[in-house]
DNA sequence: TTGCTCCTCACGTCACGTGAGGTGGC
DNA sequence: TTGCTCCTCACGTCACGTGAGGTGGC
């Protein structure tokens, strides 16, 4: 009579009964005697393995490794176990790391979630005074391009930001973004458009491999003209318009101002 | 043309595309337009839904309830995920302690595995000098008996350890011991039951509340007779015998030397 | 042209959960 | 006698995984 049924069994180690029944079924416990009733009978050692196979299984390791682990010999469970916990340590690492990703979420914080190169742009962005409504343009544009060509927009990306530490470009940038609410006539638009050719002159002078650093994909360079080009603004096109005009025809191409059907 | 396959918008955001493809079945991401080809074709707007959905689902949400936030207000979604944080908090803790657990079961030390009680009643025992082959019979009887009677066992053993803290007790408790390899007719045999009678007179003398503290079921007096009692031990059976004729039949019947059918 | 990606079914997986319908124990 | 536990099928669940058989893009 010094036997468990299978509800004591199970409530002792913190299982359903299913479960236990689940284990039968995948031979990771022996089925116990069965009583005069047919209920099956266990006795402690059901109970010390029971123990055996719940924390191996809690620890996320499958059923079909907890079988070979129960017969393991001590040395060879050792190192399954050292192997098993490495994995319950980077589970934890992941939980932490999600914890971190919830609060963004719930914080409303989404930059969080980009790489960190293109997160640290916008808030160069963000510092060098552009508007808002633009960097959520190279946010989208970004996105995109990095999810597009996974190997070269970090690539892109680490250039452009090079492009902004110069206080010529952050200028430029910012006259740009103003110049959206210009009159197309507006003398400071061919102003504009003439800093904008020399500041490209001096950048691209000496760079003969400047090439490998711009973007290169006619897709690409469709996707980066349509969020930079203010659409629906008369003053921005015209501003393009003599860039494009003025601006010796070889470097033209190679920074593309050239929109891809020209080419 | 600014848009993304399936397989670039799951690897950039970091699932499969099969994954994707059941976020559409379960309506949690809207089927974008398709291509000439019939290509899903995805905008930014739908990275950012999928890095939503993942931050969730990765946090062990389900997809049921995934669908509701990514609906939800910023308040209600703080509310959830405050919620969720509180249930990652608690896995990492689970998997901590898992960590624990997998280091006791490589190390062989299975006592881990048991309530704090018995454990620490299992070291006492061993503190005391009892030999190591009675530890393992009291640990494997009392987890049957734990498992058996969850509400009482623990006071049983409260009991138990209370008695071994008694310095008569616990030279009795050895001289049982080495008593298994005496002669039936060894004068010690009948020594030692009459210091056993002596000791029980004076332990429940005046507590009249002895009964509540001891174990009453017939089943649970099996189990601890059945692994105290050595069995094939002549010496033993003696001392128990003489135990039994010398103690005071209400006492004998209230600690329950008399054998169940005897009652 | 070859390999890669995409498409739609549709069954498989993992570790049990959940009734369905019935019997034994207290 | 009533409620509780036990028994054996056997289908269901959850979030996809994994071919099967076929087509489009570079």
Redesign the interface.
Known sequence: ????TIG??A??VGVTTRAVRHYHDRGLLDEPVRDASGYRRY??QA??KL??IK??A??GVPLARVEELLDAD?AA??DA??E??AI??G??A???D??R???D??G?D?DV?LPGDLAAFLAELRGAGVAEHIVQAER?GW??L???Y?DRALDWLARKRADLADPDFRALYRGYDHAAGWDPDDPRVEELATAIVRYLERRYADEGDAASFVIDDP?AI??QA??FSEEGSPAIERVAELVRAKAPRALAQTIHLVPPGER
Not at 1 to 4: F, I, R, T, V
């Open positions: 009579m010094n036997d468990l004591q069994l409530a002792y006795d402690v109970v010390l123990i055996r924390v191996l809690d620890a001590p469970l050792a176990v050292a098993i916990d319950v340590r589970q934890i992941e939980l932490e999600r914890r990703r919830l609060a979420l719930a409303g989404e979630f989208e996105i995109l990095l999810a597009r996974p897709t469709a996707l349509s969020y």
